[in-house]
């Protein structure tokens, strides 16, 4: 046993809780494996487990908490935090959309079922014709709500260990000086962005490059995704939360 275990397993779960929430990003993911090994005392916790985690914030560790404990027991949740729905985080919409179900499939890491209802809603916050067409024009994306985009790359990043979502997208495409030609084999896209869900060619799991998730059609170019990304409700997001 290393002596930062040794260190880790005198500590309270409370405090090791308290030290994980003020770790640097590196440092916090270097602390999930030993989290792992004591969710049982995260269990125990019952409805104290999320005291001092904010609903309302962009940060993915209470969203890896609630992974954990709902693999060890599904009903924990719903038992100890009042969440008939799973929906733990707050999920605003100005259109008045239900994003329990994204909640639902991300806690579950569901991805590829979650990657579909996030298609499904952009279609829908575009308007009627995205939907009847099936896809969102580039200069559709001005016209969604904001508090609704915010809300899709929220779920999206505290879900996946900071890993997946509109914004990591951005922080990537901006480290690489806007380039998208360079943007696709990072984040694990075929080349020129060209993409089919099947067969196997994009991986639904957490193992997945950063960025990988969601999908974003570039069937058409690249017009749609810089739209997406330069909405100003994302380039704020980013400022604010530093994603």
């Known amino acids: 046993m290393t002596d930062e275990k040794l260190h880790q397993n005198k500590e309270s779960i409370i ?4 030290s994980l929430k003020s770790a640097p990003e590196r440092k916090r993911l270097g602390l999930l494996s030993l989290l792992e090994d004591r969710v049982e005392e995260l269990l125990d916790l019952g409805p104290s487990l999320m005291i001092g985690f904010d609903p309302n914030d962009c940060d993915w ?4 908490i609630l992974q954990l404990i709902h693999r060890n027991d599904e009903n924990f949740i719903k038992n100890n935090l009042n969440c008939d729905d799973l929906s733990w985080f707050e999920a605003p919409s100005e259109v008045g959309f239900d994003y329990s ?8 890491e569901r ?9 499904s809603k ?3 916050l575009a308007g009627e014709k995205a939907v009847k067409r099936g896809y969102v024009y580039f200069s559709e994306v001005e016209s969604i709500p904001g508090i609704d985009l915010s809300t899709l790359d929220k779920l999206w990043i ?11 997208q951005s922080k990537i495409l901006n480290s690489l000086g806007g380039r998208y030609d360079k943007l696709w084999p990072r984040i694990g896209w075929k ?20 960025g990988h998730m969601p999908l974003v059609n570039q069937l058409r170019g690249v ?3 810089d739209s997406l990304l330069n909405h100003q409700a994302l380039k704020t997001k980013s400022e604010r939360f530093n994603v």
């Open 15 to 18: 405090e090791f809780l308290e």
């Open 61 to 64: 560790t209470p969203g890896f």
């Open 101 to 108: 179900p994204l909640q639902q499939y991300l806690l579950n």
């Open 111 to 119: 991805y590829e079922e979650a990657d579909r209802f996030t298609s």
């Open 122 to 124: 952009l279609r829908e």
């Open 158 to 168: 505290i879900y996946s260990r900071g890993k997946f979502g509109f914004t990591v």
């Open 191 to 210: 080349k020129d962005g060209v993409w089919t869900r099947y067969p196997k060619s994009f991986d639904w799991s957490i193992e997945a490059p950063n």
């Open 223 to 225: 017009r749609l995704m």
